[in-house]
C-alpha cells in the first residue's frame, strides 16, 4: 500500500512582509557617468531611472529598474517664433507700394468712368463725318532767288460740320497728294483748323510741286501750250487728323481720310473746276 503524503504547510507571512520592503535595503543610486551619453545622432541623452517593487509572495520581492522617456533635443526658441509667424503672418506693406496701389486703382476707376460718359455721349449725340467739296483750284508759278521755276497748287476744301453741340478740330500735320493718272503731281500738309458746329469753313491746302518728270499732259498745261482745251481728271487723297470736343471736353480724336476726284479745264490761267465729288471715312 502506497503511503500518502500530505502537502507542506503554507507558508505564514512574516510580520514584516505584509508592507512593501526592498531587499538588502534601499538601492543606491548609479554613479553618474563620465560623459553624458549621447544618441546615435550624437546628441546627449537623459539616462535616468525609476525604481519600481514588485513583491510576490512564493516569489519574494524585487526590484526593476525602469529608464524616463529619453529627451534627444530641445528645439530652439527661434523655431517657436517662426512657426508662430508661419501660422499667423504678418503682412506689412512699404507705404510706397500702398500709394502706388492706390493711384492705380484711382486711375482705373477714372478710366472707367470717362469710357463710360463717352459711351453716353456717342449714344445720345451720334456724331457724323464733316462733308468736303472743292471750291476752287489755283495753279501758281513761283521763281526762287536761283532763278528757277516751281509750281504751286492752291486748293480750296470746303468743310461743312453737320454735328450738333459737337466742335471739330483739325490738327495739322496731315498728308496731301495730288495725282493724274496714279502719277503724283503735287504734295504737302494739311494746316490747323477749328470748325464749330453747323459751320462751313474753308482749308486752303498748299501743295508744292513734284520736281520729278511730269506727264506730257501736265507739262502742256502748266505751258500753256495746248492746242485746245481739255479736261484734266485729276484725284485728291487728304489724310488729317480730328478731334471731336463738345464745349471744352474733348471726346475723342481720329484721323479722315478724305478723298476727291475732280476734273480741271486747264492748270495754266483761268482754272475751273468741272465736276468733283469727295467722299471721307475714317482711318
Known amino acids: 500500500m502506497e503511503e500518502r503524503v ?25 554613479p553618474p557617468p563620465p560623459y553624458p551619453p549621447t544618441n546615435s545622432q550624437g546628441e546627449n ?8 517593487t514588485f513583491k510576490d509572495r512564493q516569489m519574494g520581492t524585487f526590484v526593476v529598474q525602469v529608464p524616463k522617456v529619453q529627451i534627444y533635443r530641445v528645439p530652439p526658441p527661434e523655431n517657436a517664433m517662426f512657426m508662430e509667424r508661419f501660422r499667423t503672418p504678418e503682412q506689412q506693406k512699404r507705404p510706397c507700394s500702398i500709394f502706388v496701389t492706390k493711384c492705380f486703382l484711382f486711375s482705373v476707376i477714372l478710366v472707367l468712368i470717362l469710357g463710360v460718359c463717352a459711351a453716353l455721349i456717342y449714344l445720345t449725340i451720334r456724331p457724323k463725318y464733316p462733308t468736303f467739296s472743292i471750291e476752287d ?40 497728294s495730288l495725282s493724274f493718272k496714279k502719277h503724283e503731281i503735287a504734295k504737302g500738309n494739311t494746316p490747323a483748323l477749328q470748325q464749330d458746329s453747323h459751320e462751313d469753313k474753308d482749308l486752303v ?34 489724310k488729317i487728323p480730328v478731334k471731336m470736343e463738345i464745349w471744352i471736353v474733348k471726346l475723342w480724336s481720329m484721323d479722315i481720310a478724305i478723298e476727291c476726284d475732280l476734273e480741271v479745264n486747264t492748270l495754266s490761267k483761268d482754272t475751273r473746276v468741272l465736276h468733283q465729288k469727295c467722299d471721307a471715312k475714317d482711318v
Open 45 to 52: 541623452a537623459n539616462n535616468e531611472s525609476r525604481i519600481v
Open 137 to 176: 483750284v489755283l495753279v501758281k508759278t513761283i521763281r526762287s532767288k536761283h532763278q528757277q521755276q516751281h509750281v504751286e497748287y492752291h486748293i480750296t476744301l470746303n468743310s461743312n460740320n453737320p454735328n450738333d453741340r459737337m466742335n471739330i478740330i483739325y490738327d495739322k500735320g496731315g498728308s496731301i
Open 6 to 30: 500530505s502537502p507542506p504547510p503554507p507558508l505564514k507571512p512574516k510580520p514584516n512582509d505584509e508592507e512593501p520592503s526592498l531587499v538588502n535595503g534601499p538601492p543606491s543610486a548609479p
Open 205 to 238: 491746302l498748299v501743295l508744292p510741286g513734284s520736281k520729278a518728270k511730269l506727264p506730257s499732259e501736265i507739262n502742256k498745261s502748266l505751258s500753256g501750250q495746248e492746242k485746245k482745251k481739255t479736261k484734266l481728271a485729276l484725284s485728291l487723297s487728304v
